[in-house]
């Protein structure tokens, strides 16, 4: 039995981390769950599970989830971020799927993995933000971090067998999003209705802005490079719209190894938490013949700017791949809530990179302190 901790079990990752539990009662335990405002979910998710523990990380909503769940005697209800970082490290705690949304993730992330916990890891954000301090952590407390965003895991699936030094390229794959054929002038007026429509998967809005912006593809190229010990230049993306192949590996001998399976995040979800075993599920499969036809292009980083501040950032190092994911949390909060354009979105998180401190070798104290000083900043900036 596997003793599982889901933060932020109330979101699209979280709710599917759920089925596969639902789906291996013999195999996983669900120790603990964690939401931050949706109480009606959490409360329905406790009394289905009857996890140990249920914590609400936004304090102002723990009496309502813990009259709403008063009748059930074994779940402990809690709340606030440093319950969360408590839970985390206690010992009926195997491992921890890290399923919350952007910044918010760090400090429970830092928490479990300091707790020497195997960590299924989801929010990329934390990875892009301190990538560095986590790896060293982890090393140190000999914390396993496995990939659960669907490439790291294709990637994952393709070194298996393999050693590290036979990598001679990763090859991430993109859908390209919802803009992918768009012009420059198409893009200047797409709405957020426009950009919430994922062609090929459901996600969470943030992630699902970040697909359109293709922020999210600029995260995953820096969450590889934590997660597989690869420099920039080993690293290139390739649209590929009907997201089939999840992403390849090019060894040193010129072969390339692929995984392919239908979108569906269940798949890598799964194979995190039964790792190193494959689980057999009744998922739709791949039908060759229905599809056709597997296309691949170069991504547009003129139209897509923000693959190229990834880069940039990544190259940079330091507290710069910090500056980029705060930036691009106000921004993204900004375009949904209808305060700025599309095309803003990249000239703001520019203007960020370009202005705030640079800090080459920043402590976790400095990661806060600039995710906070960013924030301001580019909210006083968008007005
Ligand atoms: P959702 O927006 O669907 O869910 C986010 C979860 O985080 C919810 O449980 C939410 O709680 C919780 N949350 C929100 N704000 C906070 C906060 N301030 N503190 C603590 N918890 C918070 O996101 P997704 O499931 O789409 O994405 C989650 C993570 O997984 C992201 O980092 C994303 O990049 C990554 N990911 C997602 C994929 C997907 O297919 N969705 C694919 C690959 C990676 P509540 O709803 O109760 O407010
Ligand atoms: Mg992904």
Redo the contacts with the bound molecule.
Sequence with gaps: MRRIAI??????????ALDVIAANPTLFELFAI??????A??AEQARRFKPNMVI???DSKYLELKESISDLDDVKVFAG?QS?CDMVAMSSVDMVL?????Y??LQPTIAAVKAGKTIAL????TLVVAGELICSLAAQHRSAILP???EHSAIFQCLAGEQDKSIEKLLLTASGGPFRTFSLEQLAHVTKADALKHPN????????I?SASMM?KG?EVIEAKWLFGVQKEQIDVVVHPQSIVHSMVQFTDGSIKAQLGMPD?RLPIQYAFGYPNRLPNNYERVDFAKIATLTFEKPDTNKFRNLAFAYDAMDKGGNMPCILNAANEVVVHAFLHDKIGFLQMSDIIEWAMMTMPFVAEPSYDDYVACDALVREKVAQKIG
């Design positions: 933060l932020g079990s109330t979101g699209s990752i979280g709710t599917q964690t939401g931050h405002s949706n109480v979910l959490l609400i990380t936004d971020m969360v890290t399923s919350m949304v952007g918010a993730g989801a929010n990329k954000e659960v965003d669907s998967w459901d996600m969470g809005a943030k992630i699902t970040d999210n995260f995040m």
